[in-house]
């Protein structure tokens, strides 16, 4: 990618339940967000499908799609992504094909590879163990089927015979970046929780790609955390609340939170600074400064698009971040 000073900006959604909220509330959230990023020139928005985690309410991304949809115009929406091992190649192409049906134009199929949840939650998904290991070959039957060129004898995937949903591969590790430039597709790494592997994995994935009927150039993106606010102290203020919720939440037990002191006291631990790398690409301050910081991290991992994670606790802290980083 040539340096660029407006370099295409996205969004990923998780439709966090924040504290005294409900799943109802995290879904109109997830409306205004849209909404929001539909009005600032966004490019697409994203959910990821997570499961058993009681403040994350996008565990069906296909329904949330639908609904966001119903409620926006021009904005692209998808999954970011779906994690295939769970499901059937057949049943993800009939949802987004079905998607793609009632908004043409509109839908995206990022997959992943990871159970998007804990041990016990993939066992109650009745989830293979060995299916990750399907993973290439489950993206082409889901590939096949979207293209109305099914390889499965006998079976038509409808409402979705030659749609035109583009597939993507997500991943956070060489294995994902291999895979999408093998079958030239487009690449989205998960620097926002995973920022490990980001600059080796662009580079693996430009170097080895192919072309494809999907895409003729390597088409990279990637996820930074955003909290812009009007303030370079607000935003501050905001990303400790973020961190330390974080930390909280992987910690806690039984529904049992711990207070904002003990939480301190774990995050100067190796555990505790363990968890707080995850977020080691966050662009915290003013829109000039959040602005400045999304288009070093594009030129710096050679991306041609930034997936933002907006990590404000509040719905209002989050729209006002996601309008200061567009303004800029």
Known sequence: MMKNESVPLSILDLAIIGSDQTAADAFANSVALAKQAEDHGYRRVWYAEHHNMSAVASSSPSVLIAHVANHTSTIRLGAGGVMLPNHSPLTIAEQYGTLEALHPGRIDLGLGRAPG?????????RRDPAASDQFPEDVLELQAFLAGKSSVAGVEAVPC?????PLWILGSSLFGAQLAAALGLPYAFASHFAPGALLQAIEVYRREFRPSPQLAEPYAIAGVNVIAADTQEDAELQFVQVRRKRVGRFLARGGQELSDDQIDQVIDTPQGR??????HYSAVGTAETTARYVREFADAAQLDEVITAHASLTITERLRSVSLLAGA
């Open 161 to 165: 015979a030659a749609t035109t949903v």
């Open 117 to 125: 949840s804990d041990q016990a939650a993939a066992r109650a998904m």
């Open 274 to 279: 363990q968890i707080v790398q995850m977020m």
